[in-house]
């Protein structure tokens, strides 16, 4: 199966910093989502990204499907960003239907 | 559109017990998929449905496990003689079909723990 990588494990900044998280691939995707974990376990949709690039705010995703990674930009940090960051990716093509595999997550602690 | 919800949220339960959880998806969604998340790790894959057919399953899913959805609409997945090893957080998702319709939205989760 499709095995993601998710670069760095861990991530300390102060409020106010940028920070640009890593995803790699090992296989073509046609589906690729970036979430965000609470701490009350919750998985917030940030991106659905396959390819290109997306921005949303103080947020922002780019996917070069041909090279099969993805990074996530986030610019001024804030603690409310603090949490776990996951990339998930999918082929719905053949039998997949479309099921995620994830990465073992980035934990991103912003301090004030 | 209220989302994925997901019951219970919580669930303590003594090993062998059984236990039943329910998860409502996005109303015009056709796809539902439960994945079982332990702590540290991400979410893994457990099992996908399309409408009300069972599509595909994990070899994480034993046969301890089993997992309806009788109207194409809610899904329950049932644990039998629960064990240690089944304390986590079990997730459902939903989503629709083609394009940006593919992105899976994700309840609350329902926490177990088996003592």
């Known amino acids: 199966g499709i095995q993601v990588e998710q670069s760095p494990p861990d991530l300390i900044l102060q409020e106010g910093a940028n920070s640009t998280l890593r995803c790699n691939f090992s296989d073509s995707v046609n589906n690729l989502q970036w979430f965000h974990q609470n701490p009350w376990g919750q998985l917030i949709n940030l991106f659905y990204?396959?390819?290109g690039t997306k921005q949303n705010g103080r947020l922002s995703a780019t996917t070069v499907a041909t090279e099969r990674y993805s990074l996530l930009y986030i610019s001024s940090s804030q603690t409310t960003d603090s949490g776990v960051y996951f990339c998930?990716?999918?082929?719905?093509?053949?039998?997949?239907?479309?099921?995620?595999?994830f990465g073992q997550g980035t934990i991103l602690t912003v301090h004030p | 559109d209220t989302g994925v919800s997901q019951d219970p949220r919580h669930k303590i339960t003594k090993r062998g017990q059984n236990v039943t959880f329910r998860c409502d998806p996005i109303s015009e969604h056709n796809r539902l998929y439960w994945y079982r998340q332990t702590l540290g790790q991400g979410p893994e894959f457990l099992t996908y449905f399309q409408n009300e057919a069972q599509l595909e399953k994990s070899r994480l899913l034993s046969d301890r496990f089993s997992a309806e959805r009788p109207k194409g609409s809610f899904s329950t997945l049932e644990i039998q003689r629960t064990e240690q090893g089944d304390s986590a957080m079990y997730l459902c998702?939903?989503?629709?079909?083609?394009?940006?319709?593919?992105?899976?939205?994700f309840g609350p989760g329902t926490r177990l723990l088996v003592l």
């Open positions: 990204i396959p390819s």
């Open positions: 998930a990716v999918g082929n719905a093509g053949g039998t997949s239907y479309g099921k995620l595999t």
């Open positions: 998702a939903s989503s629709a079909a083609g394009g940006i319709q593919e992105t899976q939205y």
